[in-house]
């Protein structure tokens, strides 16, 4: 059984008020207004500190004559990359040739050599109308 004294008095629960301030806030609208407009400053204040330097005729003369030496330094080193290109191929298409001949020499000399040889060998050996036939006697040599 539970007991409950009648002398306590009662507590009075507390009362809890939520409020809904979403519609009514309006910093994060000021601040976005504020950086809006610095930015736009920003960008008219670049538009106007630049334009006095692009119309100075001796600037735009200037940036020209850069131009014009940039394209001129690419055009020479393509041109060098071209003339080396060239000449290496023209080295290696000399050296094989250069290589081809050395082979084509070697070939000749051995050949020579040859050649030379069988002279040797046929100039040491016994004429042909001295060597015994058939029947074993010696042909005479025609006159």
Do not use: C, K, Y
């Amino acid at each position: 059984m539970t007991q409950i004294d009648p002398n306590t008095p009662h507590r009075p629960t507390p009362e809890v008020h939520v409020t809904d301030n979403r519609g009514s806030n309006s910093t994060a609208w000021v601040v976005a207004a504020l950086v809006a407009v610095v930015a736009i400053i920003a960008v008219a204040f670049m538009v106007t500190s630049n334009q006095n330097d692009a119309t100075d005729p001796d600037a735009i003369a200037a940036a020209a004559d850069q131009g014009r030496a940039e394209g001129m330094l690419s055009g020479a080193q393509s041109s060098l990359e071209s003339a080396q290109a060239a000449a290496a191929s023209a080295a290696n298409s000399t050296a094989a040739q250069a290589s081809q001949a050395a082979a084509d020499a070697r070939s000749a000399a051995d050949s020579a050599a040859r050649s030379a040889d069988d002279a040797a060998s046929r100039a040491s050996a016994p004429p042909a109308d001295t060597l015994p036939d058939t029947m074993g006697e010696p042909r005479p040599a025609p006159q």
